[in-house]
């Protein structure tokens, strides 16, 4: 998959073996699911050994229990998702019904997982923005309070708040909270 900061990373696995050889793809940046990703179409090799697409990858996983793989895109709304991969220790384990019946699945998985990425978008964004909102309180409050305490304008306040942030290499919301947490200690 390619995660929600375009980074390459495998969502699950049935063997460590398969973990082995994606994490090869991702660190060469080759290999039979990141062209499947990257052509948008299947990707069938039927023996690695005799497999010249990519060598350097190829020749890595060589000792590796593997010897067929074959991946297709993972696509949903030409959003390019990641791929989906069988691989096998068996040469020539998979024909052209195999190609069929994982373009089958690649379809829905595509679906379903744009959705729950979509999904855990939102929720992230729903988070940034309640954080923010809080943010934005706490900083009103402490302008308020410097207003009343040293008897500055809102513009003025934010100066000197800002002015903290930069000399103590805070954000602005800690500074707010530390004037705020004053006030109330006292």
Not at 6 to 29: F, H, N
Request: glycine share 6%.
């Amino acid at each position: 998959m390619i995660n929600a900061r375009g980074r390459r990373e495998s969502a699950g696995a049935t063997d460590p073996v398969v973990l082995q050889a994606d994490k090869l793809q991702y660190m060469l940046g080759i290999g039979p699911c990141l062209s499947a990703w990257a052509e948008q179409r299947p990707i069938l090799i039927q023996d690695i050994t005799r497999e010249t697409r990519w060598p350097e990858w190829t020749a890595r996983i060589t000792g590796l229990p593997l010897r067929s793989v074959l991946s297709a895109p993972l696509t949903t709304e030409g959003r390019r998702i990641g791929a989906i991969k069988v691989y096998s220790s068996a040469p020539n384990a998979f024909d052209d019904h195999s190609v069929f019946l994982i373009e089958r699945l690649a379809t829905p998985a595509a679906v379903m997982l744009g959705n729950a990425r979509d999904r855990e978008a939102t929720e992230r964004m729903s988070s940034q923005l309640v954080e923010a909102l809080s943010n934005r309180d706490l900083i009103s409050r402490a302008q308020g309070v410097l207003m009343e305490r040293m008897k500055l304008t809102a513009r003025e306040t934010l100066t000197v708040m800002l002015s903290a942030s930069k000399g103590g290499d805070k954000p602005l919301h800690e500074i707010a909270r530390e004037i705020v947490n004053g006030m109330t200690n006292q």
